[in-house]
């Protein structure tokens, strides 16, 4: 079956720590991105890629960092600069702007700071 | 740029009523708008879309939305609604721009289906 496959599903870390969340895609869609949720403020878009070795921010990249190697992937590393870190981050991608604008979703890592 | 008020963050509603999700955007030019369903620890579901055409929209699981652009609002309706509706509901906008691929989204409407 064609998805997004995020992993882990729950992931604990220490203050002070970095760590990086996966997420693969088999659906061969160019573009990919990352939001973060937190209850009652909706999606907000970390960093987002159109195509492989190109990402660019969104509305709040500090304390995060991406790579796009491979067209099928798309990390995300939350760093110790991230000041809250605590929240559910969701993975995503689309195909084609013209015909198929929609974005698919992962099922999403919750991070939890301890 | 553009953005997305949902007008209600939480709707409690009786199984077998009708449900209405209000959803205003903000925009110079057209927009693409999105209806996505989140339910408890998952992702986000594509309900319907709105690129351009009809007004009427129609989508997955009985849910219709309206556009319309003199009031810049794309309701979410559903006539009658089942237990396994209660979710979290998303209004979403974007550019339909080839090389903006940026999704605004709303802060989320909370429907509880009561027996």
């Known amino acids: 079956d064609g998805g997004i496959t995020q992993s882990p599903k729950y992931l604990f870390r220490k203050e002070g720590q970095n760590v990086t969340l996966s997420c693969e895609q088999n659906?061969?869609?160019?573009?990919m991105y990352w939001y973060r949720q937190d209850p009652g403020q909706g999606l907000r878009l970390i960093y987002y890629s159109q195509i492989v070795n190109d990402f660019q921010k969104g509305d709040i990249a500090e304390g995060y960092s991406v790579s796009r190697e491979k067209k099928e992937s798309f990390p995300l590393t939350v760093t110790s600069a991230q000041k809250n870190p605590t929240a559910f981050y969701l993975c995503?991608?689309?195909?084609?702007?013209?015909?198929?604008?929609?974005?698919?979703f992962g099922q999403g890592t919750r991070l939890t700071v301890v | 740029a553009q953005s997305v008020t949902q007008l209600d963050s939480q709707v409690p509603v009786f199984e077998e009523a009708p449900v209405e999700l209000r959803c205003n955007y903000s925009?110079?030019?057209?927009?693409?708008l999105f209806w996505y369903v989140q339910y408890p620890n998952q992702g986000l579901q594509l309900l319907l879309k709105y690129l351009s055409g009809s007004t009427l929209v129609k989508g997955i699981n009985g849910f219709e939305a309206e556009f319309n652009k003199s009031q810049t609002s794309f309701h979410l309706r559903k006539p009658s609604v089942h237990i396994s509706d209660t979710a979290e509901y998303f209004c979403a906008v974007s550019l339909p721009s080839p090389r903006d691929y940026k999704l605004s989204f709303g802060a989320g409407t909370t429907v509880t289906v009561r027996a």
């Open positions: 659906l061969n869609h160019d573009a």
């Open positions: 995503a991608s689309s195909i084609d702007r013209s015909r198929r604008p929609e974005a698919f």
């Open positions: 925009s110079s030019v057209s927009v693409y």
